[in-house]
């Protein structure tokens, strides 16, 4: 049931009915819709809003579509990025350009891997940097619980690594050591 439209927008309109005191059945309804979803899925989407929630209106557009005015605008690429998906969308005074859409997969993952690569730089001196952050961050705490519930009104540090790293550290500092005294040991 969770990915039918049914699945989806049930609890969505259950949350503004009984949390924000609106019933559906007052409202219009905005639906986003996906540059390459099948008309049958759009037919199944307006069903559920018209037969089971009694919505008086509803309105299906584009995401790519949606996406432009913030910015006044009607006529313009858009890349769409999303996580399996990434697709360049034309849109033309306020509609999609299908025969135009160019589709790629996996482009997010892509990107990660690039930028891991990219800190794969700053990985090859992690031993040196952790041991660096232990050195000025870490210590021994006098009263271990005491020190927790302080920490947990948010003591926060930010230990800066590079120009643009910044690394924030909370209990770990004092947590580390702490292990020191475990019956455990260290780690």
């Known amino acids: 049931m969770p990915h039918t439209a049914l699945g989806i927008y049930k609890p969505l309109l259950k949350t503004s009915d009984n949390e924000l005191g609106l019933d559906p059945e007052d409202y219009a309804i905005l639906l986003t819709d996906l540059t390459h979803n099948p008309a049958g899925k759009r037919e199944e989407m307006a069903e559920v809003m018209f037969e089971r929630f009694n919505v008086h209106a509803r309105l299906m557009a584009h995401q790519p579509v949606l996406s432009m005015y913030p910015f006044g605008r009607t006529t313009d690429p858009v890349v769409d990025c999303g996580h399996c998906l990434t697709q ?21 993952l892509q990107l990660t891997r690039y930028f891991e690569k990219h800190l794969q730089t700053l990985m090859e001196h992690k031993d ?3 041991e660096d952050m232990k050195r000025k961050c870490c210590y021994i705490s006098i009263d271990f619980d005491a020190e927790l519930k302080l920490n947990a009104e948010a003591h926060l540090i930010h230990e800066k690594l590079t120009a643009c790293h ?22």
């Open 128 to 130: 040196h940097i952790v």
């Open 166 to 187: 910044v690394v924030s550290l909370e209990k770990e500092r004092f947590e580390v050591l702490e292990s020191l005294f475990s019956l455990e040991g260290p780690c």
């Open 88 to 108: 360049a969308v034309p849109v033309h005074e306020g509609y999609v350009m299908p025969h135009a859409i160019q589709r790629m997969n996996d482009v997010c």
